[in-house]
């Protein structure tokens, strides 16, 4: 069951959640593939998105994602936070984000517990087990 904060919302032929965290935080959540079905400089309503996210990405071996790296290229104000399955891939992935994103490849305290089962390569595996940070910003508290 959703909560009450959370409602389906259907605006300019886009269909998705939106939900409201707090009175200045809301979420809304869109399936699909950027660049695809999801337009990588859509609008949030008050501008650009302040943040990605990308749960088991596979930036490096998806064609779709090409557009989302040259928007946060573009856009160094948005935040992009992705997760991959090993650290591999977290590598070869983080790296299209240069020197600052692949510094930033770390264990996800997030992630799946246990290791998936990989019959091709003998890398240990888990579900949104790496993360890296696109745009890395500083917050002022």
């Not at 259907?10 to 337009?39: F, H, Q």
């Not at 990588?40 to 990405?57: H, R, Y």
């Not at 490849?105 to 993360?131: C, D, E, I, T, W």
Request: glycine share 10%.
């Amino acid at each position: 069951m959703l909560p009450e904060s959370c409602n389906n919302y259907l605006e300019n032929g886009r269909r998705g959640l939106k939900i409201e965290l707090a009175s200045n935080v809301t979420l809304l959540v869109e399936t699909g593939t950027y660049n695809e079905t999801i337009d990588p400089n859509f609008d949030c309503g008050n501008g650009p998105p302040d943040m990605l996210i990308g749960l088991n990405a596979g930036l490096f071996a998806y064609e779709s994602w090409r557009s989302v790296i040259q928007y946060l290229d573009c856009n160094r104000g948005v935040v992009g936070v992705f997760t991959d399955y090993n650290e591999h891939s977290g590598v070869n992935c983080a790296s299209l984000g240069g020197g600052k994103a692949r510094e930033s490849l770390a264990v996800n305290p997030f992630r799946q517990p246990h290791a998936l089962p990989v019959y091709s390569m003998n890398l240990p595996q888990f579900s949104n087990g790496f993360m890296y940070v696109y745009n890395e910003q500083e917050l002022d508290i």
